[in-house]
């Protein structure tokens, strides 16, 4: 019967001895017998963007099972993208692997976008306010930046002499709508009446009636009698009349 209990004895000691063992073994043996788990892989990879300024949903296998690297893991994006973000581990026990990340890229071109250079142009204003029925000079106009774009006059020489429908303030940009249509000479311009009789030819001052151009018979008035004669408009704003 003593022999039982000796034997019983050992055996308890033995067991005893075994898990004394293995808690040691525990305690003591390196961390990298420790799994690092996918949910984790993907908790660290949210984290890491969300850095960044990106919203992700990394899709790694949450039951997958790594090698732990006592936090030495490095993230890098993937050809220059993040939706795919290379995941490696340097420890002892070295490995790599690849999460997709889900990550909304149209918040991400958005963001981009944002931080683009704005674009600017050069557009044509006034330099000073205009009144109604006035003519534009080359010094009355100047090319300023603008973050908008217009396409409606980009020379000054298009707009030398154009007459204006409105009064206009100084910096306007201006549009077709603000002007009269380009004329060789406008309503109310000065004019040079030139008459011939026999070999003789005669100039005088003028008003014109209507707008023209070269080639087109205008009404003219004659600054000094008053009196409306016709004639053809030349260059140089000169009318030649005939009787």
Known sequence: MRNIFI?????LSTKFLIIKLLILIIIFSPKNLYALSGEEINSYVKKWLALEGIKSN???SPKKKLSDCNQNISYK????????????????????????????????KK?????????????????????????LRKSDLVFISSAR??????????????????????????????????????????????SKFKNTEVSTG??????????????????RSGKIVKGTLK?????????
């Open 7 to 11: 034997f019983l004895e050992d055996k």
């Open 58 to 60: 990394p899709k790694f």
């Open 77 to 108: 994006k993937h050809n220059n993208s993040f939706k795919l973000i290379k995941v490696t581990c340097t420890g002892k026990k070295p490995w790599t692997i690849y999460v997709k990340t889900n990550t909304n890229t149209l918040t991400q």
């Open 111 to 135: 963001k981009q976008k944002k931080f683009q250079a704005i674009k600017s142009y050069q557009i044509l204003v006034l330099n000073r306010s205009i009144e109604k029925g006035n003519y």
């Open 149 to 194: 774009k217009y396409n409606f006059y980009n020379n000054k020489e298009e707009l030398v002499g154009r007459k204006v429908k409105q009064n206009l303030r100084k910096g306007q940009h201006l549009q077709p709508r603000h002007l009269f249509k380009k004329y060789s000479v406008n309503e109310g311009d000065v004019v040079i009446i030139i």
């Open 206 to 223: 003028g008003i014109a009636m209507k707008s023209g151009n070269i080639g087109d018979i205008l009404e003219v008035k004659n600054s």
């Open 235 to 243: 260059k140089n704003k000169k009318i030649k009349v005939f009787f």
